[in-house]
């Protein structure tokens, strides 16, 4: 194995960020035609050490080789010149472009100096259909989902005569069967001689697919393993640095489950928004996890945004704390202690050039209102307070935003919410990107904080995750509401079950049934109408 | 040429061009039925690219500092410092009217790639050093001298008598001539090279733009120098047009430029935009003036008012358009 000489190679690579070591000494291998899996817990460096490598950084110590020679990138186009392509973490494109020119953007084929359009259209088209991927390649990328982007980004990833090709989470906002073309073309480009790099937070596919492993944590170098050594067990405590049993963490919604003494403060009605959801009955009830089950696109964010009064409803009716009327605007929303942290972090929630302290405590002064301006030393304590009770990793409260790891990122908008010590939160996707351990550290938060009396209204595309979390489950799909579990029902089979056998056009009537099925053990239901 | 456009551009993001096209056409209508065929003559519209033919000049070069995502304050100033700079050279110091339009242009170029170096690598914001660039020049444009200069060159007023003459006493003076070049050569560099695609790169997300491998400190930069050399380039045109040097001369003509940017359907957030519109929205502009100067009683102020309520159409367009769905 060794006689092969590695494509590109990080020798005791340190960078050091103000105040954090991002990266200590780390060593990393990739051979050519082979696929090494780099794993980690968020802020273990992975992004940071891909930076490096790629140019985007320049390491403060430490070697990188490509090709058996010492290079120095200064910038991505650098490195992508040299044959090392990357498709980084978020979805890293231009809006306002069309889909063609983002795969071809910086490298648009010339013809007698003018560029040739014809060419990109159908290179572009080709390239998508590589990843089963028919679209119309010349209407711009903000009109297409986020998967879409995500098969648009890695297809300009596959472009370059590339002889590195880094896919930093290229699967997070993939369903199963699109990770599998994306998997099967993978495979072909390793055939052909390819090293790629792999960083995802899914085990399962982490072990499909990589031959093998590179592993960090903490910014440290803890080693490398071919995949057949290392049982997914052994991988995580090496990841984690501790054992498996701290996840056993089994939440207290078992023994509480006497819904008959949760109040429901916010009711609604037969909301719906054209485009959005269709009608849809729910309730949310004081110190409940509700939890929203369906695949991606099946309505969920829609709702949550509803409930805040993000999108204005076209039908129905709602009452909140007794009085009834909607909630028209996030201001009040926030107004009555509603919280809401949304799906994506780089694009609605965090301000990145603000520190942490800024961001966690802006909802908390939209509260307080303009005037009643809170001291910087109060915002610190409690910046500082969140930042140890969710284990934020940063040198300080001072630090911005943008700096910190995806994971963290998180972390800090579920603080600002915790911040504004709302009623009900709203968590759309809080674990999206982040790895095991930080999930289970949010979703522990979630119980505790419910265990305070706190009503969560909690969105998750792993439906494990929602079912371990939720007293209640609303089932959507195809943007209906089609049932409503709770207690033993609740289960992933059972939601998958429901999913797969709701007849879409009865769904009116399968929602009632389900609904007054779970109310039974309730008392104060009886208002259910239908 | 819009439909070759087409091709590689889906249909909804041709509406602004489209309506900033219809626009023109209507007023142009409006026009024909209230003046007759005096209004329509061939006479009429080639002056209009003769009148507007410095404000073109700069609205090309703000329309790619817009699409960029930044903003050009100092054009204005750079058109009145350059006419009465090239007066003064001519006039008091004889100099070759040649030597003063390199001299001229070389100033643009490097006020430009100075404004946009600050902007780059030291993350001033645009408006801050634009605004800079616009005090400082007309400053410099007072010392220069405080009086108009009246230019009497024989070499640069004899520039004046090139024209491509169309039957029955229309002209297209060369001042109109360079003007519809530039406006070819915007429209080709935006389409048909990487350097314009590079700019609606960055102006659509500078960090994924750096992060796609393009270039985006080097794209940044000359769009200033660019948009910077153009407003010169302007200025002699200016120079040339009213055959004077003047420091006070067309005080806030960066917010009619970038009002012809906003009309010809581009977005001051950045990203997106076309050149060909920004012409239009200039012509648009011109046929106001033309049209209110027709009617005769009617104070010229009226320009101003409708070209208010045009942008306010056209903002309010442009946030109809970018609503509908994205998922």
């Known amino acids: ?530 | 040429m819009n439909l070759r456009l087409l091709q590689f551009k889906s249909l909804k993001s041709y509406i602004p061009l489209f309506s900033t096209i219809a626009v023109f056409f209507a007023i142009y209508a409006m026009g024909a039925v209230l003046y007759g065929l005096n209004f329509i003559s061939l006479r009429v519209f080639l002056n209009l690219f003769l009148d507007n033919a410095f404000v073109g000049v700069i609205a090309v070069g703000m329309t790619f500092v817009i699409i960029s995502g930044g903003i050009d304050l100092s054009v204005a100033s750079v058109v009145a410092f350059v006419c009465i700079l090239a007066a003064k050279l001519m006039e008091v110091y004889n100099m070759n009217p040649f030597i003063v339009m390199i001299i001229s242009l070389g100033f643009g170029a490097v006020l430009g790639t100075t404004m946009g170096s600050i902007i780059y690598f030291f993350k001033v914001p645009d408006f801050l050093v634009t605004l800079v660039g616009m005090f400082l020049c007309r400053g410099l444009a007072y010392m220069v001298d405080v009086r108009s200069i009246p230019i009497r060159n024989e070499t640069f007023v004899n520039l004046n008598t090139i024209a491509i003459r169309f039957p029955g006493g229309a002209r297209l003076p060369l001042v109109a001539i360079v003007f519809i070049v530039v406006w070819f050569m915007g429209i080709y560099l935006a389409h048909f090279t990487r350097f314009g695609r590079n700019i609606y790169a960055v102006g659509g997300d500078e960090k994924s733009a750096n992060l796609m491998g393009i270039p985006v400190a080097r794209t940044k930069i000359l769009v200033y120098t660019m948009s910077s050399t153009f407003a010169a380039l302007g200025g002699l045109l200016y120079a040339n047009y009213t055959l004077s040097g003047y420091a006070a001369a067309v005080l806030g003509l960066e917010l009619d430029a970038i009002a012809a940017v906003v009309i010809g359907g581009t977005l001051l957030t950045g990203g997106v935009g076309f050149v060909e519109g920004t012409m239009i929205g200039v012509l648009i502009l011109g046929l106001i003036q033309t049209l209110i100067s027709f009617q005769g009683t009617l104070s010229s102020w009226w320009t101003k008012i409708i070209i208010g309520l045009l942008i306010f159409w056209f903002i309010l367009l442009q946030r109809f358009l970018s609503r509908t769905p994205k998922k």
């Open chain 1, 1 to 530: 194995m060794n006689i092969i000489t590695p494509v590109l190679q990080a020798r005791n690579i340190s960078k050091i960020f103000p105040g954090v070591i991002a990266l200590n000494e780390v060593n990393f291998n990739l051979l050519p035609g082979e696929i090494h899996g780099l794993m980690g817990e968020n802020g273990a460096g992975k992004s940071t050490l891909i930076k490096c490598l790629t140019g985007v950084y320049s390491p403060d110590e430490g070697d990188v080789i490509y090709c058996d020679n010492r290079v120095f990138f200064s910038s991505p186009l650098e490195s992508s010149k040299a044959g090392i392509s990357t498709v980084y973490q978020e979805v890293n494109l231009i809006p306002t472009l069309s889909v063609a020119e983002n795969i071809c953007a910086g490298r648009q084929p010339l013809k007698k100096g003018i560029i040739n359009w014809t060419f990109i259209n159908a290179h572009a088209k080709e390239l998508l259909a590589m990843l089963d991927v028919d679209i119309d390649v010349s209407a711009s990328l903000s009109e297409y989902s986020t998967a879409i982007q995500q098969m648009v980004a890695i297809a300009r990833g596959l472009d370059l005569e590339a002889r590195v090709l880094i896919l930093d989470e290229p699967t997070s906002s993939l369903d199963e069967e699109e990770a599998r073309k994306l998997f099967a073309v993978i495979r072909k480009l390793k055939n052909d001689g390819m090293g790629i790099i792999f960083i995802s937070h899914f085990l399962d596919q982490v072990y499909e697919i990589c031959d093998r492993l590179t592993v960090l944590r903490n910014g440290e170098y803890i080693g490398e393993y071919e995949i057949g050594e290392l049982s997914k067990h052994e991988l995580i405590i090496k990841m984690l640095g501790k054992d498996l049993a701290q996840f056993e963490y089994r939440s207290s919604k078992n023994t509480v489950n006497k819904k008959s003494d949760k109040k429901t403060f916010y009711r609604v009605k037969g909301l719906s928004k054209r485009n959005g959801v269709l009608p849809f009955d729910l309730d949310l009830r004081e110190g409940e996890v509700l939890g929203l089950g369906g695949l991606l696109g099946s309505g969920r964010t829609e709702i949550a945004r509803l409930l805040f009064g993000i999108d204005k409803p076209t039908t129905g009716n709602a009452s909140v704390w007794g009085l009834s009327g909607f909630i028209k605007n996030p201001k009040q929303a926030v107004d009555k202690s509603f919280g809401f942290c949304p799906e994506d972090r780089k694009v609605e929630g965090l301000i990145p050039d603000l520190t942490i302290r800024e961001n966690i405590i802006l909802a908390l002064q939209v509260k307080h209102g303009l005037f009643k301006y809170l001291s910087v030393k109060k915002q610190k304590e409690i910046a500082d307070m969140y930042i140890k009770l969710l284990k934020i990793k940063t040198p300080s409260s001072e630090v911005s935003v943008s700096k910190l790891s995806g994971g963290n990122q998180q972390k800090v908008i579920v603080a600002r919410w915790l911040a504004a010590n709302p009623k009900f939160l709203i968590l759309d996707e809080p674990t999206r990107g982040i790895d095991v351990g930080a999930k289970v550290e949010i979703q522990k938060m979630i119980l505790e904080f419910k265990d305070q009396g706190m009503s969560i209204l909690f969105i998750s595309s792993e439906l494990d995750e929602v079912v371990r979390c939720s007293d209640r489950i609303a089932v959507l799909r195809d943007r209906h509401k089609i049932a409503e579990l709770c207690g033993d029902d609740i289960s992933s089979s059972t939601i998958m079950y429901t999913i797969a056998n709701a007849n879409t056009n009865a769904s009116a009537n399968t929602n009632a049934n389900v609904s007054v099925n779970c109310n039974s053990g309730g008392q104060n239901e009886a208002e259910v109408e239908s």
